[in-house]
């Protein structure tokens, strides 16, 4: 592992929904180059996780987030994309009403009209080159775009401001299998210009093919971690999404991955 | 015959005033969720100003316009950072926002008529001359021009500032999906902030084109900002046409029912006209969105 | 805790507030006595006007709709009052106050009936257009005295009966009255419903009350209190002109409201003796609306509890916060309680419970919650709850596709599935938030389809939110008893008035109420405030909610999300509890292990359809289901079978 080079660190944190607490104590470190996957059953606090990393909180939240060791547990989610962190939220989320051309464009609104009109252009370009059939939608408002184009809308509207951490909720939850596999290609090209990446991804074989390491989600902290190469990795996550176990005991001892940083 | 031509087109340059109005309450609604009651007085801010400029001081008309708009706009952006954003701080908490509103506009109200009150009713002068228009047996004041030109100048350019320019796509953006707008890195606090000085903008020409047509009645501004409201709900919530075609309605039948009914009650024939508006087509003639859902 | 001990509670004063409000009653009689008919006069004003920030208190603090307009009302009676008082001189207080209550009830009504359908802040905005345009109207018509208004010092035969320090004291009672009905509104049925309205409009729906409906008795409640102060106002003042009607007067009483303290009981009194006593006793000429609007803005800016929150001294607060986080402790206090679970409950002079609950007191007292069937007899098997070919689609996407479903009473069936494999929709289409588009929902015999959601509440449907929904304010032991109420309806008026038959009825409810909390450990957190439990608390209280609605079915939605594993054990042991009582309850859940434990039939969603729907018998022998259909489930949701090493 890279120690000196995680772009996200994420240490003993919780987030809830109001009242109600989601997100138990996690902590995890991405770095540059990397691509991380987060798995897990529903209601374990995945969305959330992600959500109030990235600034969107709709309850209180404890613990830091260091991006490129800056704090920026306090910041609002417009803050932290200046900052270099950008989320692609669940359910290939768009600008409806606008045409694709704006939607992209609009993702650039952190750079600042000047550093814009010239960065735009070649934002685009990569984005064209990692979803190429976008070039075609221009001025199709965003709107009536199927599922799958709708996310490399999203995903590509995400990378304009150029960040250098990418976090994406379940991107090809609902997308036929043949973009499934456009998205995670573009994810392996991002991850080789040295972004990092923390993607949630339900189907468990893709996100093992696709990532590095993987982090396993229960009820609010994780229970397992491990290398997405290893041979039993797909072994051990089986048994701990069918194990369904005691319902009521907290779950297993809380792993992270041992990182250079932690004794 | 011409009576009824006058009317009309004195019907239209009301309601614009009023589709300029309501305009304003779509943009400041869409951009930060609150209704500004006190729009109307706003509005006789820029009338105001342009009487006191013009009768008082006697500037000339174009120093006058520049600075009725900066006025109201200024105030605007003011009220958005010291008040608005107060009450989105506080959160949803009940009917805080709506009522602040309702209070500044009875202070602004208030100041309007002390100002007003030691002055003699003087005529304020139009920008483009006292002598009448003449379109074949029918002469038209040439304020009532100007108004309608400017409303329709207004309108384009807040149409095609939301389509065509970048700030104006992010706080279309903002309107449809205010997380995600966030996660995109727009922010909450610049489109209000815009949208509040758009509207202020859109105040002061209003105030300063109506001046000559309402000389120096300042009771208006509550009056007007209802008015405002029906256009807006004949027309319907967020659409910019929707704004232009109610405001425009309620002027016509305004001015008709003064003309040909009774003046004195217009106000009770314009809450008759809402009830009716909001119990047949409660979301407007142009627009599908109900306001519950914006 | 006992039924009497709960009563105490809620009504004891400190001993040291009882006499303060005494004397300040006491020296709010006595000191006007001293003073000038004109000085009476004046205050007689400002007690009218508190009358109309009651009305305001009422529907807009107490039930939370915006009419900030509703002073409008206040206007309108006066007129209705004082043009008809010109031709009959002799009428009496009691007589205008009908007409005022009369008259602006009927307003309120009027519109209220358009307006509440579309948004609340519609009918705000028409209010004030009202009040607008009735100084207007009366200004130009012949009628109203046009601008001079209607002076009855010169009407022929008038003379009142009251005046001075005697008409004083009547209005001052009239005001106390209104106070007292405020105070008795807040802790009636009715007023626990404006609760629930100003709270959350689906937690209105679900518990069976119709939200219009209750809108509308807000309003025109509120606009009959305006009416009233109209009475006052022109029998003291004796003539009722535009000016007294202005849109300046419904800021002020705004004002009042806001600064007297919003949603209390003195708040109305202390708010009108401060505004309308500035405005009366305070010249300030031309500058008043500066003064008031200015005020009104800074308070709704800065302290919008009213003035009390400028007086906080900080050791006071300091103090009161230390004492409400002593109540709610969180967690520690749950696991005790459920351990309580198995203690009877003593209700003193209670009416006896129905047949099936007698052998659940039993049951429970061995410490036996939903330890299965009840013995002894439990009620008739029930109606089934069925779904039959549902299906529903938005826009284009198919959420349900031909979905059956069956839950039988006393049954608890789980309904699991990821996210969008349609099983919130599925929830959704039968409480009624959505309309199917094809296919059927009974309740029996009985369509549940295209009903609204309120009215299949009152069915017996219950419900739990994926947030608990309950009215923060209110205590614990008034969020239950609104549900209680719904079953048992013991007569609004009755009740609110504490007389008759309905007292009896509400000593029945509040016993069912603090059952209700008992059966699910909380019965010594009763009167804290709902608000300030912790999150597994609050769930447990919409829980014992739900219970007192004594509902057929129960449909929770994901109650086990962010609970503790000693709140989970509680809630499995209330789940089990209810299909004791014959309840059916349809459990959505993704924590599939507590779904396992307390379901006895399971259905699998995913993407829309039911891949299974059957017994988890063999799953609880086994605890590793890589081959059940629990399994397959599981399988498809993480794709198991296309992967495996590499």
Same mark, same amino acid.
Not at chain 3, 294 to 321: H, S, T, Y
Not at chain 3, 451 to 464: C, F, L, M, Y
Not at chain 3, 524 to 533: I, K, M, P, Q, V
């Given at each position: 592992?890279?120690?000196?080079?995680?772009?996200?660190?994420?240490?003993?944190?919780?987030?809830?929904?109001?009242?109600?607490?989601?997100?138990?104590?996690?902590?995890?470190?991405?770095?540059?180059?990397?691509?991380?996957?987060?798995?897990?059953?529903?209601?374990?606090?995945?969305?959330?996780?992600?959500?109030?990393?990235?600034?969107?909180?709709?309850?209180?939240?404890?613990?830091?987030?260091?991006?490129?060791?800056?704090?920026?547990?306090?910041?609002?989610?417009?803050?932290?994309?200046?900052?270099?962190?950008?989320?692609?939220?669940?359910?290939?989320?768009?600008?409806?009403?606008?045409?694709?051309?704006?939607?992209?464009?609009?993702?650039?609104?952190?750079?600042?009209?000047?550093?814009?009109?010239?960065?735009?252009?070649?934002?685009?370009?990569?984005?064209?080159?990692?979803?190429?059939?976008?070039?075609?939608?221009?001025?199709?408002?965003?709107?009536?775009?199927?599922?799958?184009?709708?996310?490399?809308?999203?995903?590509?509207?995400?990378?304009?401001?150029?960040?250098?951490?990418?976090?994406?909720?379940?991107?090809?939850?609902?997308?036929?299998?043949?973009?499934?596999?456009?998205?995670?290609?573009?994810?392996?090209?991002?991850?080789?210009?040295?972004?990092?990446?923390?993607?949630?991804?339900?189907?468990?074989?893709?996100?093992?093919?696709?990532?590095?390491?993987?982090?396993?989600?229960?009820?609010?902290?994780?229970?397992?971690?491990?290398?997405?190469?290893?041979?039993?990795?797909?072994?051990?996550?089986?048994?701990?999404?069918?194990?369904?176990?005691?319902?009521?005991?907290?779950?297993?001892?809380?792993?992270?991955?041992?990182?250079?940083?932690?004794? | 015959?011409?009576?009824?031509?006058?009317?009309?087109?004195?019907?239209?340059?009301?309601?614009?005033?009023?589709?300029?109005?309501?305009?304003?309450?779509?943009?400041?609604?869409?951009?930060?969720?609150?209704?500004?009651?006190?729009?109307?007085?706003?509005?006789?801010?820029?009338?105001?100003?342009?009487?006191?400029?013009?009768?008082?001081?006697?500037?000339?008309?174009?120093?006058?316009?520049?600075?009725?708009?900066?006025?109201?706009?200024?105030?605007?952006?003011?009220?958005?950072?010291?008040?608005?954003?107060?009450?989105?701080?506080?959160?949803?908490?009940?009917?805080?926002?709506?009522?602040?509103?309702?209070?500044?506009?009875?202070?602004?109200?208030?100041?309007?008529?002390?100002?007003?009150?030691?002055?003699?009713?003087?005529?304020?002068?139009?920008?483009?001359?006292?002598?009448?228009?003449?379109?074949?047996?029918?002469?038209?004041?040439?304020?009532?021009?100007?108004?309608?030109?400017?409303?329709?100048?207004?309108?384009?350019?807040?149409?095609?500032?939301?389509?065509?320019?970048?700030?104006?796509?992010?706080?279309?953006?903002?309107?449809?999906?205010?997380?995600?707008?966030?996660?995109?890195?727009?922010?909450?606090?610049?489109?209000?902030?815009?949208?509040?000085?758009?509207?202020?903008?859109?105040?002061?020409?209003?105030?300063?084109?109506?001046?000559?047509?309402?000389?120096?009645?300042?009771?208006?501004?509550?009056?007007?900002?209802?008015?405002?409201?029906?256009?807006?709900?004949?027309?319907?919530?967020?659409?910019?046409?929707?704004?232009?075609?109610?405001?425009?309605?309620?002027?016509?039948?305004?001015?008709?029912?003064?003309?040909?009914?009774?003046?004195?009650?217009?106000?009770?024939?314009?809450?008759?006209?809402?009830?009716?508006?909001?119990?047949?087509?409660?979301?407007?003639?142009?627009?599908?969105?109900?306001?519950?859902?914006? | 805790?006992?039924?009497?001990?709960?009563?105490?509670?809620?009504?004891?004063?400190?001993?040291?507030?009882?006499?303060?409000?005494?004397?300040?009653?006491?020296?709010?009689?006595?000191?006007?006595?001293?003073?000038?008919?004109?000085?009476?006069?004046?205050?007689?004003?400002?007690?009218?006007?508190?009358?109309?920030?009651?009305?305001?208190?009422?529907?807009?603090?107490?039930?939370?709709?915006?009419?900030?307009?509703?002073?409008?009302?206040?206007?309108?009676?006066?007129?209705?009052?004082?043009?008809?008082?010109?031709?009959?001189?002799?009428?009496?207080?009691?007589?205008?106050?009908?007409?005022?209550?009369?008259?602006?009830?009927?307003?309120?009504?009027?519109?209220?009936?358009?307006?509440?359908?579309?948004?609340?802040?519609?009918?705000?905005?028409?209010?004030?257009?009202?009040?607008?345009?009735?100084?207007?109207?009366?200004?130009?018509?012949?009628?109203?005295?046009?601008?001079?208004?209607?002076?009855?010092?010169?009407?022929?035969?008038?003379?009142?009966?009251?005046?001075?320090?005697?008409?004083?004291?009547?209005?001052?009672?009239?005001?106390?009255?209104?106070?007292?009905?405020?105070?008795?509104?807040?802790?009636?049925?009715?007023?626990?419903?404006?609760?629930?309205?100003?709270?959350?409009?689906?937690?209105?729906?679900?518990?069976?009350?119709?939200?219009?409906?209750?809108?509308?008795?807000?309003?025109?409640?509120?606009?009959?209190?305006?009416?009233?102060?109209?009475?006052?106002?022109?029998?003291?003042?004796?003539?009722?002109?535009?000016?007294?009607?202005?849109?300046?007067?419904?800021?002020?009483?705004?004002?009042?409201?806001?600064?007297?303290?919003?949603?209390?009981?003195?708040?109305?009194?202390?708010?009108?003796?401060?505004?309308?006593?500035?405005?009366?006793?305070?010249?300030?000429?031309?500058?008043?609306?500066?003064?008031?609007?200015?005020?009104?803005?800074?308070?709704?800016?800065?302290?919008?509890?009213?003035?009390?929150?400028?007086?906080?001294?900080?050791?006071?607060?300091?103090?009161?916060?230390?004492?409400?986080?002593?109540?709610?402790?969180?967690?520690?206090?749950?696991?005790?309680?459920?351990?309580?679970?198995?203690?009877?409950?003593?209700?003193?002079?209670?009416?006896?419970?129905?047949?099936?609950?007698?052998?659940?007191?039993?049951?429970?007292?061995?410490?036996?919650?939903?330890?299965?069937?009840?013995?002894?007899?439990?009620?008739?098997? /029930?109606?089934?709850? $069925? &779904?039959? @070919? !549902? +299906?529903? =689609?938005?826009?284009?996407?198919? %959420?349900? #596709?031909?979905?059956? *479903?069956?839950?039988?009473?006393?049954?608890?069936?789980?309904?699991?599935?990821?996210?969008?494999?349609?099983?919130?929709?599925?929830?959704?289409?039968?409480?009624?938030?959505?309309?199917?588009?094809?296919?059927?929902?009974?309740?029996?015999?009985?369509?549940?389809?295209?009903?609204?959601?309120?009215?299949?509440?009152?069915?017996?449907?219950?419900?739990?939110?994926?947030?608990?929904?309950?009215?923060?304010?209110?205590?614990?032991?008034?969020?239950?008893?609104?549900?209680?109420?719904?079953?048992?309806?013991?007569?609004?008026? /009755?009740?609110?008035? $504490? &007389?008759? @038959? !309905? +007292?009896? =009825?509400?000593?029945?409810?509040? %016993?069912? #109420?603090?059952?209700? *909390?008992?059966?699910?450990?909380?019965?010594?957190?009763?009167?804290?405030?709902?608000?300030?439990?912790?999150?597994?608390?609050?769930?447990?209280?919409?829980?014992?909610?739900?219970?007192?609605?004594?509902?057929?079915?129960?449909?929770?939605?994901?109650?086990?999300?962010?609970?503790?594993?000693?709140?989970?054990?509680?809630?499995?042991?209330?789940?089990?509890?209810?299909?004791?009582?014959?309840?059916?309850?349809?459990?959505?859940?993704?924590?599939?292990?507590?779904?396992?434990?307390?379901?006895?039939?399971?259905?699998?969603?995913?993407?829309?359809?039911?891949?299974?729907?059957?017994?988890?018998?063999?799953?609880?022998?086994?605890?590793?289901?890589?081959?059940?259909?629990?399994?397959?489930?599981?399988?498809?949701?993480?794709?198991?079978?296309?992967?495996?090493?590499?």
């Amino acid at each position: 592992m890279n120690a000196g080079t995680e772009l996200l660190s994420v240490r003993a944190f919780t987030a809830g929904y109001g009242a109600m607490p989601v997100v138990l104590g996690i902590s995890l470190d991405v770095s540059a180059g990397e691509v991380v996957a987060v798995l897990g059953r529903n209601g374990a606090g995945k969305t959330t996780s992600l959500s109030a990393i990235a600034g969107l909180r709709s309850g209180k939240s404890t613990g830091d987030v260091l991006l490129n060791g800056k704090n920026v547990s306090s910041l609002s989610s417009a803050e932290i994309v200046r900052q270099g962190l950008a989320l692609v939220p669940e359910g290939h989320r768009v600008f409806a009403s606008l045409t694709v051309r704006q939607n992209l464009e609009l993702g650039a609104a952190p750079l600042g009209r000047r550093q814009r009109r010239s960065a735009v252009g070649p934002a685009l370009d990569r984005v064209y080159q990692l979803f190429p059939v976008l070039k075609d939608f221009g001025k199709r408002p965003a709107g009536l775009l199927s599922g799958g184009q709708q996310q490399m809308v999203a995903i590509g509207q995400a990378l304009m401001a150029g960040p250098r951490v990418l976090m994406l909720d379940e991107p090809t939850s609902g997308i036929a299998p043949g973009l499934c596999d456009e998205i995670y290609a573009a994810v392996l090209r991002l991850k080789s210009e040295q972004l990092a990446v923390l993607v949630v991804e339900q189907n468990v074989a893709r996100a093992l093919r696709n990532s590095d390491r993987y982090l396993v989600m229960e009820r609010g902290r994780f229970v397992l971690a491990g290398g997405s190469h290893d041979a039993d990795a797909f072994g051990r996550i089986e048994s701990v999404i069918l194990d369904v176990g005691n319902s009521s005991s907290p779950p297993g001892a809380v792993i992270t991955e041992p990182s250079a940083a932690e004794s | 015959m011409s009576l009824a031509i006058t009317t009309l087109i004195a019907g239209i340059a009301v309601g614009s005033v009023y589709a300029l109005i309501a305009t304003c309450y779509s943009i400041v609604f869409l951009g930060t969720r609150v209704f500004n009651l006190a729009q109307g007085d706003i509005v006789v801010m820029g009338l105001v100003v342009s009487y006191f400029l013009l009768d008082v001081y006697h500037l000339p008309q174009i120093v006058t316009l520049v600075c009725a708009v900066a006025a109201t706009t200024l105030f605007s952006v003011l009220e958005e950072r010291l008040i608005i954003r107060r009450f989105l701080k506080l959160g949803s908490a009940g009917f805080g926002w709506f009522i602040g509103t309702l209070g500044l506009a009875l202070v602004l109200e208030t100041i309007w008529a002390i100002l007003m009150k030691s002055q003699n009713p003087v005529p304020i002068p139009s920008p483009l001359g006292s002598k009448p228009l003449h379109l074949g047996s029918v002469s038209i004041e040439p304020d009532f021009v100007l108004c309608i030109a400017v409303t329709l100048v207004l309108v384009v350019a807040v149409a095609l500032f939301y389509s065509r320019t970048y700030i104006g796509t992010s706080m279309r953006a903002t309107a449809e999906d205010r997380d995600l707008a966030g996660l995109r890195g727009i922010k909450p606090g610049q489109v209000s902030m815009i949208a509040f000085a758009m509207a202020g903008v859109i105040s002061g020409l209003a105030g300063y084109v109506l001046a000559p047509i309402a000389q120096s009645d300042v009771s208006i501004g509550l009056t007007y900002g209802l008015f405002g409201f029906i256009g807006l709900a004949i027309g319907g919530f967020g659409s910019l046409p929707g704004a232009l075609i109610g405001g425009w309605l309620v002027g016509i039948g305004q001015q008709v029912f003064d003309v040909y009914i009774n003046p004195n009650y217009d106000l009770l024939a314009g809450l008759i006209l809402l009830l009716v508006v909001l119990s047949v087509r409660p979301t407007g003639l142009l627009s599908s969105r109900s306001i519950r859902t914006v | 805790m006992s039924v009497m001990a709960i009563r105490v509670r809620q009504k004891v004063l400190a001993p040291r507030a009882r006499w303060m409000i005494i004397a300040a009653v006491v020296l709010l009689y006595l000191v006007p006595a001293l003073w000038s008919t004109y000085r009476l006069t004046q205050i007689d004003e400002i007690v009218s006007f508190c009358l109309v920030v009651i009305g305001l208190n009422i529907t807009m603090a107490v039930a939370g709709q915006d009419v900030i307009g509703l002073a409008a009302a206040f206007s309108f009676a006066g007129f209705c009052i004082a043009v008809p008082l010109q031709s009959a001189p002799h009428m009496t207080l009691a007589g205008m106050c009908v007409i005022g209550v009369v008259s602006a009830g009927l307003l309120g009504a009027l519109l209220a009936l358009p307006t509440l359908r579309v948004a609340g802040f519609y009918l705000g905005l028409t209010t004030i257009f009202l009040a607008e345009l009735i100084p207007q109207v009366a200004q130009y018509w012949s009628v109203t005295g046009g601008q001079v208004g209607i002076n009855l010092f010169v009407v022929a035969g008038f003379s009142p009966l009251l005046s001075g320090w005697t008409l004083y004291a009547v209005l001052l009672t009239g005001a106390l009255l209104a106070t007292f009905f405020l105070w008795l509104l807040i802790s009636s049925p009715l007023g626990r419903r404006f609760a629930a309205l100003r709270s959350s409009e689906e937690l209105t729906q679900s518990l069976g009350i119709t939200p219009y409906v209750t809108k509308i008795v807000s309003v025109v409640l509120g606009a009959a209190f305006c009416g009233v102060g109209a009475a006052m106002y022109v029998y003291s003042q004796q003539f009722f002109a535009p000016g007294s009607a202005s849109v300046t007067t419904v800021i002020l009483a705004l004002a009042a409201l806001v600064i007297g303290g919003a949603g209390t009981v003195w708040g109305p009194l202390i708010g009108s003796a401060i505004v309308f006593g500035l405005n009366s006793f305070i010249s300030f000429s031309d500058y008043g609306g500066i003064v008031f609007g200015l005020l009104l803005l800074l308070f709704v800016m800065f302290a919008p509890g009213g003035a009390k929150d400028l007086v906080k001294i900080r050791g006071v607060a300091q103090r009161m916060g230390a004492a409400t986080r002593r109540r709610a402790q969180p967690g520690a206090a749950t696991v005790a309680d459920s351990g309580r679970l198995g203690a009877q409950f003593r209700t003193g002079g209670a009416p006896p419970a129905r047949p099936p609950e007698a052998g659940a007191v039993a049951a429970r007292e061995n410490g036996a919650v939903g330890a299965g069937p009840v013995p002894g007899g439990g009620p008739e098997p /029930g109606p089934d709850l $069925r &779904v039959i @070919a !549902a +299906r529903k =689609a938005f826009g284009g996407v198919v %959420a349900v #596709a031909d979905a059956d *479903l069956t839950v039988s009473s006393g049954e608890v069936h789980g309904l699991i599935g990821s996210n969008g494999s349609g099983k919130t929709t599925l929830l959704n289409l039968i409480t009624g938030y959505y309309t199917l588009d094809a296919g059927q929902i009974l309740l029996g015999a009985t369509p549940l389809s295209g009903k609204s959601p309120h009215a299949i509440a009152r069915r017996g449907v219950a419900r739990s939110f994926q947030t608990p929904k309950i009215i923060a304010n209110s205590t614990a032991l008034d969020n239950v008893l609104i549900a209680v109420e719904q079953k048992h309806r013991a007569g609004d008026i /009755g009740s609110l008035l $504490r &007389v008759g @038959a !309905a +007292r009896a =009825a509400s000593q029945a409810n509040l %016993a069912r #109420a603090a059952e209700a *909390l008992a059966r699910v450990g909380l019965e010594n957190r009763a009167l804290d405030r709902a608000g300030d439990l912790s999150h597994g608390n609050q769930r447990l209280v919409e829980i014992a909610r739900c219970i007192a609605f004594e509902p057929t079915f129960m449909l929770m939605d994901e109650p086990g999300a962010g609970l503790s594993p000693a709140e989970l054990d509680v809630l499995k042991l209330a789940i089990r509890g209810l299909a004791s009582y014959g309840i059916g309850v349809l459990l959505v859940e993704h924590n599939i292990p507590m779904v396992l434990e307390v379901a006895s039939r399971i259905t699998a969603m995913h993407e829309g359809t039911v891949l299974f729907d059957g017994p988890p018998d063999e799953l609880r022998r086994n605890p590793r289901i890589a081959d059940a259909f629990l399994g397959e489930t599981l399988r498809a949701e993480f794709a198991l079978d296309e992967g495996g090493p590499k």
